[in-house]
Structures are given as structure tokens and as C-alpha cells.
């Protein structure tokens, strides 16, 4: 069966510090991959998703940054993070096409 | 023409009641609908999904009714349980290539005991 794990779980940073956010699949091979931001009372908002290794597609501009190093790791990232990058980020794959998406269980971001 | 539109924002029931969720979309381009489940500290995990070539679909206590001319469709749970106190979302999917989901706002689910 596939799993999908995304780490840390929680954390908390300083406004202008670095940001590195990891999410691997396993089970499948060649999924997409996407990340995703949920603010609270509102519904989810795609941020990247990527079809294959090294091909990035960005939804909204903005401080963050995403990387696919290899097929089933996805990677997102930030120089110097803003208050507002506070929020929860989640990773999920899918075959492609019209099947679901699965969801990894997000990491909850705070910046201070 | 890009949103779902997702109702109402909370609800509140008594235990074995029919919570109804309702979630409204605009492009007729969407192919695939399904419903997530999020519990506090979690990620959405898939309930129930629907294609527009279906009316009405059932896995246990959860079924989605699809109107496709209404371009609406809803989520209903059967003899709700506290367990099922949870955020639902809707979502509505599209795409050549590149596949991508519309989410609802999310409907917060209490059911009493």
C-alpha cells in the first residue's frame, strides 16, 4: 500500500530564518505531487505540484519555493520566511488524471 | 468559474441525525468529486468521491448525491455517530496533463451525543 510522510510535524522559526519542509511517497512510483497551505476557516489552497523529477509548476507567487530531487521526495522551501508564512502545509500525491488525492498529516508552521 | 462553493461553514446535530453538506461549482469542465474528512492536527483523508456520470453513490454511512444539471452536489451521513465530529471538505477536480483540485471552505461537523 502507499504511505506519505511529511516532517516535522510542528515547528516553530524566526521571521527571516530558512525553511525546509520534506514529504516522501512510498508505494508508487512517478506520482504527482503537490503542496498545499490551509489557513484556518478556509479551504486549501495549491501552492505547487509537480509530474515528474525536477518539473515544478507554482500556483501563486510568493516567499516559498519547491523542489522534486527525486521521484518520490518533494521538497519545500524558503530563503527567509514572513510572518505571514505562518499556516499549515500539507503534502499529497495522486496517480494522475482524475484520482484522488491522498494527503499527508501537514506540518503546523509558526513564525515569530 | 474556479470555485466550490461549500455550505453550511458549521453544523450541529444530535446523534443518529442526517448531517447534509452541500457544495455548488460553476465549470463544467470538473470530472471528479470527492469528499475529504479532516480530524484537528490531521491531514484530509479521502471519505467518498463521485463522477458526473453517477447520481448518487454509497460507502457505508456516507452518500453523495450529484446533480449534474444543477452543477451541485452534497454529502450525506446516515445515522450520525460523535465519531464523525470532524471538518468535511468538498472538492471538485479537472485537467489534461496536469490535474488539479478546487476545494470547498470546509463544513465543521458536531455531533452531539
Known amino acids: 500500500s502507499q504511505t506519505i510522510h511529511q516532517w516535522p510535524a510542528t515547528l516553530v522559526q524566526p521571521v527571516g530564518s530558512p525553511l525546509s519542509l520534506e514529504c516522501t511517497v512510498e508505494?508508487?512510483?512517478?506520482?504527482?505531487l503537490y503542496w498545499y497551505r490551509q489557513a484556518a476557516g478556509r479551504g486549501l489552497q495549491l501552492l505547487f505540484y509537480s509530474v515528474g523529477i525536477g518539473q515544478i509548476s507554482s500556483e501563486v507567487p510568493q516567499n516559498l519555493s519547491a523542489s522534486r530531487p527525486q521521484d518520490r521526495q518533494f521538497i519545500l522551501s524558503s530563503k527567509k520566511l514572513l510572518l505571514s508564512d505562518s499556516g499549515f502545509y500539507l503534502c499529497a500525491w495522486s496517480r494522475g488524471g482524475n484520482q484522488p488525492q491522498h494527503f499527508g498529516d501537514g506540518t503546523r508552521l509558526s513564525i515569530l | 468559474q474556479q470555485q466550490v462553493k461549500q455550505s453550511p461553514q458549521s453544523l450541529i446535530v444530535q446523534k443518529g441525525g442526517i448531517p447534509i453538506i452541500n457544495c455548488a461549482y460553476e465549470n463544467t469542465a470538473f470530472d471528479y468529486f470527492p469528499w475529504y474528512q479532516q480530524f484537528p492536527g490531521k491531514g484530509p483523508a479521502l471519505l467518498i468521491a463521485?463522477?458526473?456520470?453517477?447520481s448518487e453513490k454509497k460507502e457505508g454511512r456516507f452518500t453523495i448525491s450529484f446533480n449534474k444539471s444543477a452543477k451541485q452536489f452534497s454529502l450525506h451521513i446516515m445515522d450520525s455517530q460523535p465519531g464523525d465530529s470532524a471538518t468535511y471538505f468538498c472538492?471538485?477536480?479537472?485537467?489534461?496533463?496536469?490535474?488539479?483540485?478546487?476545494f470547498g471552505t470546509g463544513t465543521r461537523l458536531k455531533v452531539l451525543a
Open positions: 508505494g508508487t512510483s512517478n506520482p504527482n
Open positions: 472538492a471538485a477536480g479537472k485537467g489534461s496533463g496536469t490535474y488539479k483540485y478546487i
Open positions: 463521485i463522477r458526473p456520470d453517477v
